[in-house]
């Protein structure tokens, strides 16, 4: 079955360098979430998008911004690169039907590792 | 303040023996729980979940039991098996306002042969 694919799989950027991370959402999923793991931590939510809408927003900081397109793949853009922006990210998609059973079920890409030097 | 908690970082099980790992929460809005298995370098794989309106949900060797008055929740392996060894996330999330998962801090199974 196809799942959710990330790409790249690894990144490496300097600091206040630029990148952008794809996420390609199981097919019939609408909505995307965009989660970060810092080194030991647990995923945080960045942000989610239901029919290429922005539909929460988490500790996504300033200066990071995401889309989802006509699509339904999302991208996060990350500018002005810190150190401290090296995580796994992960993106995950889900099709929510109201009322049904394990339709809020989130599947989970494979991650993108951002290492900035 | 740490609303999905996992307070065991390992547990280590012989095979073929049961694995249980615990999750207690504090946000008594959330209604929706499910379980990740993730292994190194990979992104999460949803195991089970379950609705706040049931105790119970079964799949397989999978077992998650909720407990609301306790704001308890456990995942049951049985039997464990040596791919089983990962580390294991609890999540949380309220349905009617949005889906956005609190996660645990995550437990490493280790399934000894």
């Known amino acids: 079955a196809a799942g959710v694919i990330q790409s790249p799989r690894h990144l490496i950027k300097e600091k206040r360098e630029t990148a952008t991370l794809k996420c390609y959402p199981i097919p019939r999923h609408d909505t995307v979430y965009w989660y970060q793991q810092g080194p030991g931590q647990d995923p945080q939510f960045l942000i989610s998008f239901y029919e290429k809408m922005q539909s929460d927003k988490g500790s996504i900081p300033d200066r990071f911004s995401a889309q989802q397109f006509s699509d339904y793949h999302s991208e996060l853009n990350m500018s002005s690169l810190e150190l401290g922006d090296s995580a796994l990210y992960f993106c995950?998609?889900?099709?929510?039907?109201?009322?049904?059973?394990?339709?809020?079920?989130?599947?989970f890409g494979p991650g993108t590792r951002l290492t900035v030097l | 303040d740490q609303q999905v908690k996992q307070n065991s970082p390992s547990l280590s099980v012989q095979e073929g023996r049961i694995s249980i790992l615990n999750c207690d929460y504090t946000?008594?809005?959330?209604?929706?729980f499910l379980w990740y298995k993730k292994y190194p370098a990979e992104g999460p794989t949803f195991l089970i979940s379950?609705?706040?309106i049931k105790d119970k949900n079964e799949d397989g060797r999978f077992t998650v039991f909720l407990n609301k008055s306790a704001k308890h929740l456990s995942l049951h392996i049985v039997p464990s098996q040596p791919g089983d060894s990962a580390v294991y996330f609890c999540a949380a999330t309220v349905r009617d306002s949005n889906y956005q998962l609190i996660w645990g801090a995550g437990t490493k199974l280790i399934i000894k042969p």
């Open positions: 946000n008594s809005m959330f209604d929706y």
């Open positions: 995950a998609s889900s099709l929510p039907i109201a009322g049904g059973p394990g339709t809020d079920t989130q599947y």
């Open positions: 379950i609705s706040s």
